[in-house]
């Protein structure tokens, strides 16, 4: 089993570029498909983006393809969601997610460990 800690949000400016990271413990973040995840007040949890467990390959959703870039260190047990760009309708919390078996999906229910969440508001 994986921990998953979120860190890097906070109150930022539109237009802003901050940085999530999501620290792994437990085992050995090279063997998991990660994901972050939003969800905004009163809405569902929506996708973002994927990275599969070499970090070769990524996949956004459209609202944030362009502006987000999802990355891992392996070595470091970390994950990153750079955020540039940022507008007010990005405003949520933001979760990382592992997905054990090595589908390579945006489907929430597929990810096995969840972090608690970091807090993004963009103040416009």
């Known amino acids: 089993q994986v921990q998953l800690v979120e860190s890097g949000g906070g109150l930022v400016q539109a237009g802003g570029s901050p940085r999530l990271s999501c620290a792994a413990s437990?085992?050995?973040?090279?063997?998991?498909?990660m994901g972050w995840f939003r969800q905004a007040p009163g809405k569902e949890r929506e996708f973002v983006s994927c990275i599969d467990r070499s970090g070769s390959s990524t996949f956004y959703a459209d609202s944030v393809k362009g502006r987000f870039t999802i990355s891992r260190d392996n070595s470091a047990n970390t994950v990153y969601l750079q955020m540039n760009s940022l507008k007010p309708e990005d405003t949520a919390v933001y979760y990382c997610?592992?997905?054990?078996?090595?589908?390579?999906?945006?489907?929430?229910?597929?990810?096995?460990?969840w972090g608690q969440g970091t807090q993004v508001t963009v103040a416009s």
């Open positions: 437990g085992r050995t973040l090279s063997t998991y498909i």
């Open positions: 997610a592992a997905e054990k078996d090595g589908v390579y999906t945006r489907g929430a229910g597929s990810y096995d460990y």
